[in-house]
C-alpha cells in the first residue's frame, strides 16, 4: 500500500485520541447509514487508553464529531462547537448529518477501565432501534498516526492473515530490504521512495500531495506563532509560548542561537496542535512538530533548500515511518512516546541526511541514532493533554534529529547497531514497559503533577 497516508491531514490534540475516533465514527456512518431511519439511539464505549485520557484528548468529542459526519480536512471551529452544544445542551446527535436522534452524553457515551486484548485504543460504537434491538455493532482500535482497524481486520493483521500475492514490482519490507534495493537500484531514500509511490499514484498527485502536506505544516507554524488566545485549553492553563519567543528571536553570533529557532518551530506547531487545531500527523499528532521544525531549519538557516529538496524530505521521512508502522508501532499507548516522538525524530534524521546528499546508508544509520537516543521514552500526559511534556518534547525531537545527522554523515566506521534492530528493540521496550506509563496518565509526571489539575 502507499505510503502517503503516514502524513495525514488531521486535527489536534491527538491522532489516535482525536483523529482516530472520529474516523472510527464516520466509518460507523458508512456501516449505519443505509439503515438509519431504524436507528433510536446510539450508544458509545471508549476502552482503555482511550477512555483513561479521552476527556483531555477529546476523544469523547471527537467520537461525536465523526458520527456526525465531519470529515477531518473540512472541518471548522464553528461546526465543531455546535455539535458538541446540541449534543450537550440540547441532547441532539445528527446521526451520518441526516437524521436527529436523542443523545444523552451520560448515559450514551461511557467512559470504560477495561482493556481490550488486541490494543490499548479501543472503542465499541452500537446502534440500537426503539425496541433496544442492536441494528449495528462494531469495534475500532485506534493504532497510532490516525489510522483506524476494525476488530476483524486488527485480528488479521496480529495473527498474519493470509497476505494477497503482490502485483507490485518494488515491495520494501524492512530496512535490510530497503538498503540492498538502494545499492541494487544506485538510489537514495528519496528516489527509492518515489519509484515505490509511482506504483500507486501520477508524478503529479505525488507532489501535490507532498506540497500540501507541506502547506499544512507551515500554516500551522505561523498559525502556532499568532494565537487568538495565549493560554491553551484545559486544566493546567498552560500559557502558550511561541508568540513571545518569536518576537524576542533576533539574529545573533552565538553559535548555540539555532537551538532557539528550532524550538521556536516546534514550539509553536505543538502548541497549536495542543489547542485543537489543523495539523499533520508526523506520523502522529503528538509528535506532529517534529518533521516540520527540521525542515524549517533547513529552510531558513541553509542555503540551497527548495521545494524539490521539500518533497524529497518528505518522501524520504515516510518510507521510514513506514517501516516502524509496519513493524513495530507508532503508538504511545501501545510502546510509550518513544512510539511517537522517537519515530518522528528517526523519519526526520533520515530525511533531512537525504536532503544533504548523504546514501542510503548514512540516512539509515542517522535514522538509527535518533531512535536510539529515545528508547524507554515514557508517554506520560499530565491531566491527559498533549501539553506537558509534549510540547517541549517536539523540540527535543527535532534537535536530536539534526544531531543525529551530525554524527552519521561524520562517520567514517561502519554502525554496530542497524535500523531494524533499533525498530524491534524499541518496539519490545514498549511492551516491556509499565502500562502506567502509556499514555494512560496513570504514572510518571502525570501522577507526580497531578496536584496542579
Known amino acids: ?10 486535527v ?13 465514527g464516520n466509518l460507523f456512518c458508512e456501516r449505519v447509514d443505509s439503515k438509519r431511519e431504524s436507528v433510536k439511539r446510539v450508544e458509545i464505549i471508549l476502552y482503555g487508553s482511550l477512555s483513561l485520557t479521552g476527556r483531555g484528548h477529546l476523544s469523547d468529542k471527537a467520537i461525536l464529531w465523526g458520527l456526525s459526519d465531519l470529515k477531518a480536512q473540512t472541518i471548522t471551529a ?10 450537550l445542551q440540547g441532547q441532539i446527535l445528527n446521526l451520518c448529518g441526516k437524521k436527529q436522534i436523542s443523545f444523552n452524553y451520560e448515559k450514551d457515551l461511557i467512559f470504560s477501565q477495561e482493556f ?50 503482490s502485483h507490485f514490482a518494488l515491495e520494501i ?8 534495493l538502494c545499492e541494487k537500484k544506485n538510489k537514495n531514500l528519496a528516489q527509492i521512495s518515489l519509484e515505490y509511490e509511482l506504483q500507486f499514484h501520477t508524478q503529479e498527485h505525488i507532489s501535490r500531495y507532498c506540497q500540501e502536506i507541506w502547506g499544512v505544516m507551515e500554516d500551522s507554524y505561523h498559525r502556532g506563532c499568532n494565537p487568538q488566545s495565549l493560554e491553551l485549553p484545559g486544566k493546567i492553563h498552560l500559557h502558550r509560548r511561541a508568540k513571545g519567543l518569536s518576537e524576542r528571536l533576533k539574529p545573533t553570533t552565538d553559535p548555540f542561537g539555532i537551538i532557539d529557532y528550532v524550538s521556536l518551530y516546534a ?21 506532529c512538530a517534529v518533521i516540520p521544525a527540521v525542515i524549517l531549519y533547513l529552510k531558513n538557516h541553509t542555503i540551497g533548500f527548495n521545494d524539490k529538496l521539500i518533497e524529497d524530505f518528505l518522501l524520504s521521512a515516510m518510507l521510514i515511518g513506514s517501516l516502524y508502522k509496519r513493524n513495530a508501532s507508532i503508538s504511545g499507548a501501545e510502546a510509550g512516546c518513544q512510539a511517537e516522538i522517537g519515530s518522528a525524530s528517526s523519519m526526520a534524521a533520515a530525511a533531512m541526511a537525504t536532503t544533504l546528499g548523504a546514501d542510503a546508508n548514512k540516512a539509515c544509520n542517522a535514522a538509527e541514532i535518533a531512535m536510539e537516543h529515545h528508547l524507554g521514552l515514557t508517554c506520560d500526559p499530565v491531566g491527559g493533554l498533549v501539553q506537558v511534556p509534549c510540547i517541549e518534547r517536539n523540540a527535543f525531537g527535532a534537535i536530536k534529529a539534526i544531531s543525529a545527522v551530525r554524527i552519521a554523515m561524520g562517520r567514517t566506521s561502519k554502525p554496530i547497531v542497524g535500523l531494524d ?5 524499541m518496539y519490545q521496550t514498549g511492551k516491556d514497559m509499565n502500562r502506567k506509563y502509556k499514555e494512560t496518565s496513570l504514572g510518571g509526571l502525570a501522577k507526580t503533577l497531578s496536584s496542579v489539575c
Not at 500500500?1 to 488531521?10: A, R
Not at 519490507?173 to 540492498?180: G, Q, T, Y
Not at 534492530?421 to 528493540?425: L, N, Q, Y
Open 1 to 10: 500500500m502507499s505510503n502517503l497516508s503516514i502524513f495525514k491531514i488531521g
Open 12 to 24: 489536534g490534540p491527538s491522532s489516535s485520541h482525536t483523529l482516530g475516533p472520529m474516523l472510527a
Open 78 to 87: 464553528e461546526l465543531q462547537h455546535k455539535i458538541i452544544n446540541d449534543c
Open 116 to 165: 481490550l486484548p488486541l490494543h490499548e485504543n479501543a472503542l465499541k460504537i452500537t446502534a440500537f432501534d426503539e425496541n433496544a434491538k442492536i441494528i449495528e455493532s462494531q469495534v475500532y482500535y485506534s493504532t497510532g498516526g490516525g489510522f483506524v482497524a476494525t476488530q476483524d481486520e486488527l485480528e488479521s493483521h496480529l495473527q498474519g492473515g493470509i497476505r494477497a500475492e
Open 173 to 180: 519490507d524492512n530496512a535490510s530490504h530497503l538498503l540492498e
Open 267 to 287: 514550539i509553536a506547531i505543538a502548541e497549536e496542535n495542543a489547542a485543537g487545531g489543523k495539523v499533520v500527523t508526523a506520523p502522529t499528532n503528538g509528535a
Open 421 to 425: 534492530e533499533i525498530i524491534s528493540t
